[in-house]
């Protein structure tokens, strides 16, 4: 990472062992362009290359990768002292421990469930499920797959073709279960984006697929009118763009975010705990922050707009009712002016889109978080923490996951299964009345519920007022001196819009809807907490907590698409005066 904070754009590599060596110039040419390309156009967020260095096609995109100053970060399909066994060569064990020793991190998946390391150790079919599993593991947690590859369609278990496949379809053969597959690959995914690089193989039947030349280089995705492009597709390149607005605002506030934010670690759990969840925590920390920041801005633009709009209806009704001077028209029309220029600012700098989306981030951090600190996993191999995250949701919200790929990394290739890591997690997560998350929800919803009490006893004092008031005029009206009607009159008027614009502002912010989804969350952690105290077994704990971050990641993803439509904008300040 090249700052505090920062996500960078994760590259994984996939390729032949055997590249055809006459073209090793040019794909490294080819490799040196697109990585340039990349890092030019992401300047806010950096490249990262993730590689399981396997001799051919990893070797020579991590060499130039270190050639160009891109982080390398090794992942091994297996214990390092069986992985070597691929390597017979002297030169080629001390070309891949060089790159070892140049990497910023060095990852050892586990082994497949069901496995024996005197089996893998040997090359046969287990061996092969431990490649599928990096293969699988690559493609969940990068941005691009880098793919090497002569474009051919193969069977073979963890091979190029059957990752460039996991990559699109979400299916590895013979690896990942058959009911793996849901619903949500009919879905529009970012993370199906391949930049396929077409090399020979140094073999008989080595040449590309029909169609292909050596050196060809395209953008491969799962468009079915136009899966190869030169240029990348667009529905990416908005996820990429909103990736690097994250980081811009972490690098703005980068000062502000490490004095002022809060973390999921004390110091002192920070130093017992599992590693990779200061990966988690640094990302939550600085995506927390930037939610709370650009909600000030919103409420901070919305009570605003609503005072102004109080003004412009006191200005209105004094010219009308009270007093005919120019002058009030011109204080409505200035205010309408002002109140649609500070309107228009927030618009423009998307304070209300960056809260909600930083505040969707932050949430599904927290629940990544707990979950890498539980040991909680998916239960498929094939599926981490951020895959089902918002999937259903506006394609614009892939960006989410993201980040929330490269966040997890370390602790998705190293599954903790320390009870002190579930206990904390049931500890700090789900918490009692007074801590957790069920004391937050606890006390968010009861100040909710007499925040909208307030509303709606103010909403009461106005239909009292308006029907006294409407029956003095109604009945004695005519008796009553002007000097004393035209004040009534005027009063009944402004109470009438005070209260009018309390209920937009109650509106605006889903007052009565907060309240009912925070009621709905202190349930589920309620029940959580119930559950997790009469569970009998450790595992039984874990199941448990992965129904609780499902049921909070749903209602998140509901949460954050109730939200986008409460922006106030130019239209809605006409509407209000």
Partial sequence: ????????????????????????????????????ELRDRYPDRGVALMSALAEGADRLVADVALELGVGLTVLLPMPRELYVADFEQPASLEHFERLCARADDVF?????????????????????????????????????????????????????????????????????PSGAQSRLVLTEDESDLVYHIVCSRDRTDGAPAEGLEPGDAWWFTTDDEHPRVKEMPPRHRQVFERSSEFNRDVAEHARQIETESWSLLTPEQTATMDPGLRDINEVFMAADWLAIHYQKRRLFVLRLTHVFVLLMGLAYVSYTDYSSKRWLIFVLLGLMVVAAIVSHVAAKRTWHRRYLDYRAL????????????????????????????????????????????????????????????LEFAVKEWIGDANSGQLGYYRRKSAQGQQRHESTQALGRLGLWASAVGLGILVF???????????????????????????????????????????DFMFRIFSNAHRRILAAWHDDERRRILKILGDSALEEHAQWILMHRERSIDQREIVKLS
């Avoid at 090497?148 to 278990?157: E, M, V, Y």
């Avoid at 996991?166 to 990942?176: A, K, Q």
């Avoid at 191999?381 to 980040?403: C, T, V, Y």
Wanted: glycine residues 8%; neutral net charge.
């Fill in 362 to 421: 932050a949430e599904g951090l927290r629940i990544q978080f707990y979950w890498a600190a539980a040991g909680v996993t998916s239960g498929n191999a094939s599926k981490f923490a951020h895959d089902n995250f918002l999937q259903m949701q506006d394609p614009e919200l892939g960006w989410i996951r993201n980040i929330m790929r490269v966040a997890g990394i370390e602790c998705d290739a190293s599954p903790n299964n320390d009870r002190v890591g």
């Fill in 108 to 176: 050892e998946l586990p082994l497949v469930a069901g496995a024996e390391q005197s089996k893998i150790a040997a090359r046969g079919a287990q061996r092969s499920l431990q490649y599928a599993q990096a293969g699988v593991f690559l493609c969940a947690h990068c941005h691009v797959l880098l793919a090497l590859w002569d474009g051919k369609s193969t069977d073979q278990i963890g091979g190029t073709s059957q990752v460039v496949r996991f990559h699109h379809d979400d299916v590895m053969l013979g690896y990942t």
């Fill in 476 to 518: 004695v009206g005519a008796g009553i001196p002007e000097a004393v009607r035209v004040p009534l009159t005027y009063l009944l008027g402004m109470l009438l819009l005070a209260i009018g614009v309390r209920q937009s502002y109650a509106k605006n912010t889903a007052e009565a809807e907060l309240i009912k989804q925070y």
């Fill in 1 to 36: 990472m090249t700052r505090p904070y920062a996500v960078p754009l994760m590259v994984a590599v996939t390729g032949h062992r055997d590249l055809l060596p006459a073209e090793f110039d040019r794909t490294r040419a080819r490799v040196r362009e697109f990585l340039t």
